[in-house]
């Protein structure tokens, strides 16, 4: 019996949203609708001179974990923070929804990692993330015996940026398929992809059994002339694909089943901030509990749905109570 159903490895980042318009994004030379990593100089300057923005404790795979307790899993996390004032908020954000986290964290260097976003009226939103004592996550940090005690290890494709933290990543997906566990990945973003492109499959073919993706990351990775195409061609490769095309749904690829996920929405579409970590979320839980590849996707087009209908990408109500009722209905 294994003590938790998944375990998160990634960048523990603070987010801090802003609601701002299209001219915001043209002044300040904003890549629209990418992450962009930025220097702590660029970090202390948008801290400084913005208005206070909503900060919550963030991160891609932290932000499935937290998803993955409002379902009532049991999920833990490893990811490296600052013994400052946003790496104490960010520690206890996570311990008060009910994730295990026992990362040490750093006591000298740079600080804990933050993630402005800024979410334009059409509800995309554009990131310049300074990594801070992210970049600082070693292969010592990852617990042996909690890898072992997670039925499912959830990878971060942000990490891959930095060499100890990509052989941080390596050295969990080894130990959990030597303890018979599954190993997941989000390729993150589709930048993060074209750096590394030969990285990343090399990663899929060798330690990944489910990989998360949007579009573009999966049309980025295969060189493909569409996402569907690229399906194939991972699928062919590891068991599971999920591709997510924003209102169209998502598509997930197991050997040569393919299932069509249909949207679901609760109103207007207001910040699509997590709606990826929010379906991985869904998805995985319905792994974790045996459920078939069509459930755990609709659950994972409900919780994705929840999160696009508010600002942040916390969920503000129990994930738990919606599938029941939704499933229910």
Known sequence: MKQFDLLGIGNSVVDVLYEVDEEFI???????????????????????????????????????????????????????????????????????????????????????????IFVTPDAQRTMNTYIGACSLLNPKDIDEKLVKNSKIVYLEGYCWEEQLAKESLVKAAEIAHKAGNKVSLTLSDPFCVERHRNEFMELVKKHVDILFANEIEAIELCQTENAEESGKEISSLIDIVAIT?????????????????????????????????????????????????????????????????????????????????????
């Open 245 to 329: 095309k924003g209102e169209k749904g998502a598509m997930i690829y197991n050997n040569k089943n393919i299932e069509q996920i249909e949207p679901v929405l609760f109103g207007n579409v207001k910040d699509t901030t997590g709606a990826g970590d929010l379906f991985a979320a869904g998805f995985l839980y319905g792994l974790s509990k045996k459920f078939s590849i069509l459930k755990s996707g609709k659950i994972a087009s409900i919780t994705a749905g929840e999160i696009i209908n508010h600002f942040g990408a916390r969920p503000e109500k129990s994930l738990k109570d919606l599938i029941n009722k939704e499933l229910k209905d």
């Open 26 to 116: 043209k002044v300040n030379k904003l890549e629209k609708g990418v992450m962009t990593l930025i220097d702590e100089k660029k970090a202390e300057n948008f801290y400084s001179s913005l208005k206070k923005g909503l900060e919550v404790a963030g991160g891609s795979v932290a932000n499935s974990t937290v998803g993955f307790a409002s379902l009532s899993g049991n999920p833990a996390f490893i990811g490296k923070t600052k013994d400052d004032d946003l790496g104490k908020s960010f520690f206890k954000s996570l311990k008060d929804v009910g994730v295990f986290y026992e990362t040490k964290p750093i006591l000298d260097g740079p600080g804990t990692a933050r993630c402005f």
